[in-house]
């Protein structure tokens, strides 16, 4: 019978020799180096894509993505103005998508390199991971099924941001939405309408967008004056009108280029309407068009020309209820007289 001190002895004798016995180079290239790897490459990777996801938010800031626009615009002192790459307002849009593209695509590129370097590190370590991923499975396509709108949203949401197809500030056309856009999000863009509703519209749901703010804009005027006016005095007329509006310093900068008279728009029976446009900034076409409309109404009132109606309509009353009771009674008592008169008349040749 062995001692406890034997035991012991016999313990520690067993573990030195399988110390001994082991291959500690076997080991640390086995499973701790294929997991070091596995980890570090994830860290390398993540960290390129992080850089090359960082080139392309840059070359959104700098406008690269967007095509040049070679189209001149002038001010009302006829200097060429580069909207696309002085607007202040247009480089805080080109930061602002920047920087909302590169935390989407640093964060979608994340959480997949990280997925799938935790699935390897467990596969190294031995864990079955079959029935999970079946699992998985399984789960995303319910998931997938479930979320189509979702998804469908946040993709459409991306593209709007990417391209620039609008952005807060501008005065948009969604369809049902109309109005100034207050807040853009990768699954709904907030709309303010006109009369001050606000619209929630999914992106997802967004078929075109008709965008009123981007580049430049244009007021279009249609001016109906009378058929026989001559032409020549409504051009004088519209020409004195760009001079007046030039002189008021808020609508001079808002002009990019000489208004333009494009001729007669259509005509009708009663007058003739003549079409003249202006080139303005980016939501000043309104201002700039009820300028243009003031100051044409007081030339054309210098003038002695004024505006035909353009729709007349006849309405037809009918008598008043006690005038039609006179008129009856007055009637009534005519016909009487007149059997009366036609009775002596007959009555005087029958005695005869």
């Not at 005027?221 to 519209?238: E, F, G, H, K, L």
């Not at 309405?315 to 007289?337: F, Y």
Request: hydrophobic fraction near 40%.
């Amino acid at each position: 019978m062995q001692t406890p001190s034997s035991q012991v002895r016999e313990a520690v004798t067993d573990t030195v020799e399988k110390t001994a016995q082991f291959d500690y180079w076997a080991f640390i290239l086995g499973t701790p180096l294929r997991v070091t790897v596995i980890v570090v490459a994830a860290f390398i990777i993540n960290a390129v894509a992080r850089r090359l996801i960082r080139r392309f938010s840059h070359s959104i800031a700098d406008g690269s993505t967007a095509r040049p626009n070679k189209t001149k615009k002038f001010s009302a002192a006829e200097r060429v103005v580069d909207p696309q790459g002085q607007d202040p307002v247009v480089q805080a849009r080109r930061a602002q998508r920047a920087r909302t593209v590169g935390s989407m695509l640093s964060s979608v590129a994340t959480i997949i390199i990280s997925t799938l370097a935790i699935l390897m590190v467990l596969t190294e370590l031995g864990f079955n991971l079959g029935p999970v991923l079946a699992s998985a499975g399984i789960a995303g396509v319910a998931i997938g099924f479930g979320a189509q709108a979702l998804v469908k949203d946040y993709l459409s949401g991306l593209f709007i941001v990417v391209e620039d197809q609008y952005g807060i500030g501008d005065t948009v056309d969604l369809g049902e939405a109309i109005g100034e856009v207050e807040e853009v999000g990768l699954r709904t863009t907030r709309v303010r309408g006109i009369d001050g509703t606000l619209w929630h519209v999914r992106n997802g749901e967004i078929l075109r967008v008709g965008n009123m703010s981007q580049g430049w804009a244009r007021a279009v005027m249609d001016i109906p004056v009378p058929y026989n006016t001559d032409r020549q005095s409504i051009d004088s007329a519209i020409q004195d009108t760009v001079t007046v509006i030039r002189r008021r310093p808020e609508i001079a900068k808002a002009i990019l280029e000489e208004p333009e008279i494009w001729g007669v728009q259509d005509m009708t029976g009663e007058a003739v309407t003549i079409r003249a446009v202006v080139k303005t900034e980016p939501n000043q076409q309104w201002a700039v068009a009820r300028a243009f409309r003031a100051a044409l109404k007081h030339q054309l009132d210098k003038r002695g020309i004024f505006l035909p109606p353009t729709q007349q309509a006849v309405l037809r009353t009918s008598p008043d209820p006690v005038q039609r009771t006179k008129t009856t009674e007055s009637d009534r008592v005519d016909a009487e007289s007149e059997e009366a008169a036609e009775s002596v008349g007959s009555g005087t040749r029958s005695g005869g």
